[in-house]
């Protein structure tokens, strides 16, 4: 049998979230499918699947975005696919906040906030630290609690945050994220 291949799921799919992904992706040495930035989505959960078993080297972040459609858009239905594919391994997600009008929410293990701090609760948007424990509003994220993954980490919106995960600043908050996600996964001692 085919080992599984390792990816990490982010719930945003704008051109800062893409920038920031691209990044983030080749600092810590894994592949990123640019193919899967749109907002909404614009490949199907197949396609998305057959682009992650073509990266040579693991672990893979691919994006997914419904565009604030209500219920489960087509990020949502890609994300499914991918996620309960038999050769896909989901390490983790990034619930990603947003303000949109029909707001969806999740449960989080842990959110980051805009300065780079862990925090029991959801953060906005901005990167600044909700009222509500262990959850997150977001376009995009409904769909995460019924699936089962190891970690979620909530974060504010990718590549933005006030400038706090800019691209030039590195993309702090995604990368922090991203490694959250692969220490917690046991990424790191399954593959030495």
Known sequence: MMERRKVILITDGDEHA????????????G???SYSYGNPTPISGEEIVSLIMKTPYDPV???FDDCGQRDEGVGEKAMHFVA?????EVLGAIAVASSTHSSEWTHVDVSIDRYGHLTEFGVDKEGIPDLEIGRINGDTVYILDELDIPVVVGVGDIGKMAGFDSLKK???ITKQAVEIILERSGYH????
Do not use: D, Y
């Not at 893409?18 to 040495?29: D, L, S, W």
């Not at 309960?84 to 896909?88: A, E, F, G, K």
């Not at 001692?189 to 030495?192: D, H, L, R, V, Y």
């Open 18 to 29: 893409k920038q920031a992904v691209e990044f983030v992706a080749k600092e810590i040495g």
């Open 31 to 33: 592949r990123c499918i």
């Open 61 to 63: 972040l691919v994006m």
């Open 84 to 88: 309960t594919h038999p050769q896909i």
């Open 170 to 172: 590195g993309a702090p």
């Open 189 to 192: 001692e399954s593959s030495t």
